[in-house]
């Protein structure tokens, strides 16, 4: 009652408990009666179908007032309330009885409604329906993880409420013996007085959605803009250090590296348009050695269609479409991303939403929505686990070989397969993971290969790392639906300056990627076009390519002179401080519109 927010019970049941536990010193008589059984009433002969005294009560209530509005007026009238409470619902009961005689309708039949055929049908198969579930997952009573699970969909509830259902019955029995103790004993507080609701999450309960990019506008227009006016006016009356303001952040998450408190989110592939990959796009499959998969991706693009569990899903889809790749290549591998609590990703992974938690197993039925399915991390965990395990089972023809990675591990069809340079592996993404598998290729004899991928990671990781593998082909089969197409990286890297070409994932990651928040106001393709009229931040990118303990103050004053030509191509200024008191005091920059870094610590 209490836990669960019910107010008007918790209100009156702890009344009427303790009106109950106080019966056999203010009414022993009834008490007696009570004892003796006469707190129920039989209002037929069938077996096992006494009810209590209210209930019936209330079923008489319901027969006096019948379908025409009931009776009207009574409370103002005592003596009428006295005849209708007296003789009501005996009255109700003869007529009942009348009309039962006339229609014929009284049955000799007095069993229960629950020993009928058809209750006992349904029973029996819902019995069934339970016994089968144990069979296949096993004693739920012996599960050791602290899930809330489903029984008959595998649906995982949130964490929040497994914990909710966890502490329900403690959180309402310490709030009754508060309600008893300051109400009924010691009588501080009224009866009356407001119940508090707990508001725990149940098992209808559906996650809160974040504010909206346009609320987070208003609010940060609201809250700050008039703020910067007010203090830059300060300042100036003041005789206050205008250079010193504008170095320091002065907000607690400040515009110029989040969004509402949240990394700044880019488009990623305008990367590739910079690149001029229209003229060498192709649309006929080349002729490779090895192919390599994206199983994330890949499974995110195969919907389940008519498949009705995993089992089916990995028979006719999942496995079909390995097939497919095997066909025209000695090598296909599987390489899946690993999802790690608290990793840098997990805000990626937060800004795509929330779905249910479900079991996987071969005979679990497949959610409805697989979309809200994929969300979850641990659902992918395990859905990745079992089609690793499929992928190892799979028969393959003599000269052919599968493998897949399994978390950190690795399997494969070839029994004894060297697999000393796959696992174990570290990497979380499989954007990275894949170039391990290439190079793994290339030391083993392939030459050319190719990698299945929607991701523009891969791509830029690809033409970085090129020269490094040192294959005759490497290319990438890119997109979905009308924009899919094979992007031949060779070629690609051989029209492009070396050092751009190793230098472009920290030029990737400088801009805006999964994690590092974009710059605001400015994408990938601005971005793109300062670096080629300032080609001196190459030599800064490449130091920190090179991932050396201390960043010098010369590649820091480039970083922050390319940083600055970002916002103004025509202005002189080298420090990002600088730009921003010029943006904001010469050019009218509000703060929504004013990105830059304002400490050039912060462009790190």
């Known amino acids: ?140 009573f012996l599960e050791q993880s602290n899930d809330l699970l489903v029984l008959d969909t595998k649906d995982i509830l949130d964490a929040s409420v497994a914990e909710a259902v966890r502490k329900v019955e403690a959180l309402g029995v310490e709030q009754y013996q508060k309600f008893v103790e300051e109400r009924l004993v010691k009588c501080e507080k009224p009866v009356t007085d407001v119940i508090s609701k707990n508001n725990l999450p149940l098992l209808k309960h559906t996650p809160s959605k974040g504010s909206s990019k346009q609320k987070m506008q208003i609010e940060a227009l609201k809250s700050n803009c008039n703020l910067f006016s007010r203090l830059y006016v300060s300042c100036q009356a003041r005789s206050g250090n205008l250079d010193m303001f504008f170095s320091h952040e002065n907000e607690a998450a400040p515009p110029s590296l989040s969004l509402g408190g949240k990394l700044r989110h880019g488009t990623k ?134 493998f897949a990675t399994n978390e950190e591990d690795a399997v494969s069809t070839m029994v004894n397969a060297d697999m000393s340079n796959l696992a174990p592996c570290s990497q979380e993404e499989a954007d990275t993971r894949l170039l391990l598998h290439v190079l793994d290729a290339v030391q083993k004899g392939s030459r050319k290969l190719m990698v299945r991928t929607v991701d523009t990671d891969v791509v830029v990781l690809g033409i970085s790392k090129f020269h490094q593998i040192s294959p005759d082909e490497l290319w990438m089969a890119f997109g979905t639906k009308s924009n899919y197409c094979y992007l031949p990286i060779h070629e690609i890297v051989g029209s492009m300056d070396p050092k751009i070409c190793t230098t472009l994932p920290v030029f990737h990651a400088f801009t805006g990627c999964d994690t590092v928040s974009a710059f605001g106001g400015r994408g990938k393709k601005t971005a793109w076009k300062v670096w080629q009229v300032f080609p001196d931040v190459t030599d800064a990118f490449e130091h920190l390519f090179l991932m050396e303990n201390d960043i010098s103050e010369s590649t820091l004053s480039v970083l922050e002179r390319y940083v600055v030509l970002l916002y103004d191509r025509t202005s002189g200024l080298e420090s990002v401080n600088d730009a921003r008191k010029w943006l904001f005091t010469k050019k009218s920059r509000t703060l929504e519109n004013n990105h830059l870094h304002k400490q050039h610590s912060n462009s790190m």
Not at 25 to 41: M, Q, S
Not at 95 to 102: A, D, G, K, P, R
Request: overall charge neutral; some cysteine; hydrophobic content about 40%.
């Open 1 to 140: 009652m209490f836990a669960l927010d019910h107010t008007h019970y918790s209100r009156w049941l702890p009344i009427h408990i303790r009106d109950m536990s106080l019966l056999p010193k203010t009414h022993p008589a009834v008490f007696a009666e009570f004892c003796n059984g006469k707190f129920v009433v039989q209002k037929t002969q069938n077996s096992f179908s006494c009810m209590a005294i209210d209930q019936c009560y209330e079923q008489n209530n319901a027969d006096v007032k019948g379908s025409t509005g009931g009776a009207i007026g009574l409370m103002t009238n005592p003596v009428a309330l006295e005849r209708w409470m007296v003789t009501g619902p005996e009255v109700a009961r003869m007529v009942t009885e009348f009309e039962s005689l006339l229609a014929g309708t009284k049955s000799s039949d007095h069993r229960h409604h629950e020993q009928h055929s058809a209750v006992q049908a349904t029973f029996l198969k819902e019995v069934k329906s339970l016994v089968s579930v144990f069979e296949e997952m096993g004693n739920p």
């Open 269 to 402: 592939a305008d990367l590739l348009d910079c690149l001029s990959l229209d003229e060498k796009r192709s649309t006929n499959m080349p002729a490779v050695d090895a192919t390599f998969i994206d199983g994330a991706a890949a499974v995110q693009m195969m919907h389940p269609g008519t498949a009705k569990t995993f089992q089916d899903y990995a028979d006719a889809i999942f496995l079909p479409y390995i097939s497919k790749y095997l066909e025209t290549a000695e090598r296909v591998d599987v390489v899946w991303d690993t999802y790690i609590r608290n990793s840098l990703k997990a805000s990626t992974r937060e800004r795509r939403g929330k779905g249910i938690r479900r079991r996987v197993s071969a005979t679990t039925l497949l959610p409805q929505k697989w979309d809200d399915f994929l969300r979850v991390a641990e659902n992918k965990t395990e859905l990745f686990k079992f089609l690793s395990g499929q992928v190892k089972n799979y028969p393959v023809h003599d000269g052919k070989v599968l």
